[in-house]
């Protein structure tokens, strides 16, 4: 029996877009979370993975499913402002909520970026209705996969004692695989 | 409230390729179906439909999804013949198993393509576990959206009772969205 | 210096389809000739090298461009039949002439492919307005590196004399090849 | 009988990259010349314009074509500065010289822009051997197209009195137009 995901680590954020307030991952407990880390000079980001978050954000519309976006910059800081951003969100029509992860004191990786370990951009995380992390890849994500992934965590049971269960059903399909 | 689904027809079968015996959509009864109804001298199902397919059939080993190929051949009766579409089987690398839909006495279009009352090739069919017609679209199906809606009937529960539930929550997430 | 490229092979053909008359290489002598060579069940032939012949066509209407197709069936012979292929050209929109290569008594191989030593399906040949072959590829052919070929070859000169040379100037250029 | 094509206008450049001196369309006379206009910003310029470029620069090397790129930003202009500019060249992998296109003191629209009457970006100009201008467009540039215009252009006569001629020819052959 395989052990259950880890829990998610916070996200810290310095601003947001496309939102009035912040959004903390403890507060969307009971959806499911769509987490796409980009940046918006990374080619495999442009070209696969915002259109990607962007359809789903469409397709999602009334579901339970939340897409966010964090801007994780770890390089080229100076081309990838927050007011450069801003014009990215306008041309690419990004309506979900976008963040600009948490600049660190101590080197170019970003807090969220270095919370999660991720290798790149673009990176895609997938949060379950408890708070767990149940993907978490890096690179170009396939639509079928990542579909098959997000509608067996939507299809799931709300309540937290019974997600446990639903994960496990989840692995025996095979669902998440690229 | 929505009505339930319609139960899906049965399909009716000249032969089968990929299997040792006739499949009867009755037997598959627990598990979710596509079926994917395909001509093979049509561009979108050889460019789009059937590698759709494949895919699926490759990402689902180990699960309950059980896809299934039907040749509803409604034109170019000479052309599409039993033997040419073996060849396409071979060169397409389609191991799931694949019928021919039976041809009718009175007219082109074969007996199972006017049940489901198709519009045209290819046409994708997804029916839920309680053998319940789920989805019924003729062109080219969207990955996410297939891979949402699929994602969310594998994770369903498995008992008969309790599958209308699961069918209404999944369109409450509004998953099948093309 | 190199040497001049060889004379293109005669092409042996069972019949024609798109045409009134039987089609002589010979005969298209100061024209340039994009000879595709396809099987109705091969996979790339049918996503790219059909599609491209096609566009190919449509783009040099009222030029010296003559775009053929040659179906050189090497497997699967008894699904690949001239009223298949027939279904083929009307379902994927083919207005060229188009010739069934002549089968061999000795093999699987018919004579136009063993004459030009193809390796498979599809494969592009270029014939220059002199006669001579230009480009002989196996594989999906490049859009950009292609075209670059063509209209060199279009806009060289068309005495057979210069020929030679405006092949030569091709050559410094790099120009056909990706 | 056409008139023949206006010459190109002058470039206006406020900085170059990946050239150690500025460089004059005056000074590429005798090369075939493809001027890419693009913003950083654009999906169509970074999914479609920019990659076709490189693929022709790449293809190119040896002959007598000059790739350009120029940087027309008419909007955005806080995101899209210089520093951003030369971060997504070196993320696109583009090494042929770019220029940044002349602000204008009047209003958005950058001078080289203005002088070419551009609609937006992506925006391929072509120009000839002989300076003038052939190909003027706004939006994806088709590769097969493209090709053969350039083919042709590349493959005529290199000196000036011929090179109307040799515009006439692939203007008959019809060769650039989809």
């Known amino acids: 029996m395989n052990p259950p995901p880890p829990r998610a680590p916070d996200i810290r954020t310095e601003r947001w877009f496309n939102t009035d307030r912040p959004i903390a991952l403890e507060k969307l407990k009971g959806k499911v979370v769509l987490l796409h880390a980009f940046q918006m000079l990374c080619p495999a980001c442009v070209a696969h993975g915002i259109p990607q978050a962007v359809r789903l954000h469409e397709m999602s519309r009334g579901s339970d499913l939340a897409v966010l976006g964090i801007h994780t910059v770890f390089e080229h800081h100076a081309a990838m402002t927050a007011v450069a951003l801003e014009a990215l969100l306008h041309e690419y029509r990004i309506s979900f ?82």
Do not use: W
């Open 97 to 178: 909520p976008v963040a600009v992860d948490q600049p660190s004191l101590d080197g170019p990786i970003p807090l969220t970026m270095a919370a999660y370990r991720m290798h790149g951009t673009p990176t895609t995380v997938v949060i379950d209705r408890d708070g767990r992390l149940v993907r978490h890849a890096f690179g170009v994500e396939d639509d079928l996969a990542l579909g098959l992934l997000l509608g067996s965590l939507l299809s799931g049971p709300r309540d937290r004692g019974a997600a446990k269960d639903a994960n496990a059903r989840c692995t025996e399909a095979g669902c998440g695989m690229p």
